[in-house]
């Protein structure tokens, strides 16, 4: 069993980054994909990108491609959102999640954060 904490989200202006950090606490660790999704009120929760268990295989929606990356330690049990450029659109409660299949799909993912608020400015 995993317990993930979200870190990172702030308020910032359009055009500046943030890092989202995922810190899990827990075994096995290495034998989950992670993901990070989003919501806005009134929304329904949407798939940002997920990482591997290894860290070799990423995949984004499109609108963050090219700007958002991540990246796992999996000797610190960790995992970043690094976004770049960011938009008004971006703004949302960021959520971290991990799971036995590295994919999209909520369904997949078993264990979740609470989340961590990300508000852009224009």
């Known amino acids: 069993q995993l317990q993930l904490v979200e870190s990172g989200g702030g308020l910032v202006q359009a055009g500046d980054s943030l890092t989202l950090s995922c810190a899990a606490s827990?075994?096995?660790?290495?034998?989950?994909?992670v993901a990070w999704f989003r919501q806005e009120p009134g929304k329904d929760r949407e798939f940002v990108g997920a990482i591997s268990r290894g860290g070799s295989n990423t995949e984004y929606r499109d609108s963050v491609k090219g700007r958002f990356t991540l990246s796992r330690d999996n000797a610190k049990n960790t995992v970043s959102l690094q976004m770049n450029n960011l938009r008004p659109e971006d703004t949302a409660v960021y959520y971290c999640?991990?799971?036995?299949?590295?994919?999209?799909?909520?369904?997949?993912?078993?264990?979740w954060g609470r989340g961590t608020q990300v508000t852009v400015s224009s």
């Open positions: 827990g075994r096995f660790f290495t034998s989950y994909a």
């Open positions: 999640a991990a799971g036995g299949a590295f994919s999209s799909m909520q369904r997949h993912y078993t264990y």
